[in-house]
Nanobody
Framework: QVQLEESGGGLVQAGGPLRLSCEASGRAFSTYASGWFRQAPGKEREFVAS???????RYSDSVKDRFTISGDNARNTMYLQMNSLKPENTGVYSC????????????????WGQGTQVTVSS
């Protein structure tokens, strides 16, 4: 079992940075493929970024070159560094972990955090 808790959300101006954290308790985070998802108001949850235990990273086209996903095994924490934020990046960001990496991008995961709100003002 893994419990996930996000933090770091908030209000930021367009063009600014923000770093989200996802702390895991229970089993080591490094044994799972993990990722970040965003749900904007009135829209479905969408994939943002993922990282596997081997360090393979994937990003959605809309955030590639602006967002960076990383992990700190010593802290059992995953991060999402978001730079050059845009108003369309607004939403609730949730982290997820799964034992089967291939399905993570489709939004299928055993463990989910509650989410943290990110609001980007124009």
């Amino acid at each position: 079992q893994v419990q996930l808790e996000e933090s770091g959300g908030g209000l930021v101006q367009a063009g600014g940075p923000l770093r989200l954290s996802c702390e895991a308790s229970g089993r080591a985070f490094s044994t799972y493929a993990s990722g970040w998802f965003r749900q904007a108001p009135g829209k479905e949850r969408e994939f943002v970024a993922s990282i596997t235990p081997s360090g393979d990273r994937r990003y959605s086209d809309s955030v590639k070159d602006r967002f960076t996903i990383s992990g700190d095994n010593a802290r059992n924490t995953m991060y999402l560094q978001m730079n050059s934020l845009k108003p369309e990046n607004t939403g609730v960001y949730s982290c997820a972990a799964t034992s089967l990496a291939i399905r993570l991008r489709r939004g299928v995961a055993e463990y989910w955090g509650q989410g943290t709100q990110v609001t980007v003002s124009s």
